[in-house]
C-alpha cells in the first residue's frame, strides 16, 4: 500500500473496468480496434482521432472496425496500396451491414469532410490522405 493512502483502500490497483475505459482513445473507438493486429502498431494523431468519432456522432450507428492502422507487412499481406493511408494513420474501414448503414456512414463521412471514400461491398474506407486531385470517392 502507498504512503498516506486510506487503510483498507487499494493503491494504484486497476479493476477490469477501469482497464477496460483506459484502452478507448475517444468516446466510441478503443486503441485494440484501431492499431495493426498483427504488430499493435498504433499511429492515429488527435485530429484523425477526432475526425472518425465526428463521423461517429453523426451517424450516430455503431461503426465497426474492419480496418486501422497498418504497419507496411499487414498492409501488403492484405493486398493494400503501396502508399495506403492505413499506414499512416489515416484511414480506418468500416464494416457495412445494410444499404441504409451504407448511406448513414457514407452521409457522415462526407459531412465531416472526409478526403477520401471507397465504398466495397462489405465496407467502406474512410480516410483523410491528401489529394492533388481534392476529395474523391470510388467503387471496389
Known amino acids: 500500500m502507498k504512503k498516506g493512502m486510506p487503510k483498507g483502500e487499494p493503491g494504484f490497483v486497476l479493476t477490469k473496468q477501469d482497464k477496460h475505459n483506459l484502452d478507448y482513445v475517444t468516446k466510441n473507438f478503443k486503441r485494440s480496434e484501431l492499431a495493426c493486429p498483427c504488430c499493435g502498431k498504433f499511429n492515429m494523431d488527435e485530429p484523425f482521432l477526432d ?7 453523426i451517424a450516430n450507428i455503431p461503426m465497426p472496425i474492419n480496418s486501422g492502422v497498418r504497419c507496411r507487412e499487414h498492409n501488403l499481406k492484405v493486398g493494400g496500396s503501396q502508399d495506403s493511408a492505413h499506414i499512416n494513420g489515416w484511414a480506418i474501414d468500416v464494416k457495412v451491414i445494410s444499404d441504409v448503414n451504407r448511406y448513414i456512414l457514407l452521409n457522415a463521412a462526407m459531412k465531416a469532410e472526409a478526403l477520401g471514400i471507397g465504398v466495397y461491398r462489405t ?18
Open 51 to 57: 475526425f472518425i468519432q465526428k463521423i461517429r456522432t
Open 123 to 140: 465496407f467502406i474506407h474512410i480516410d483523410k490522405k491528401f489529394r492533388k486531385s481534392g476529395p474523391i470517392v470510388w467503387y471496389g
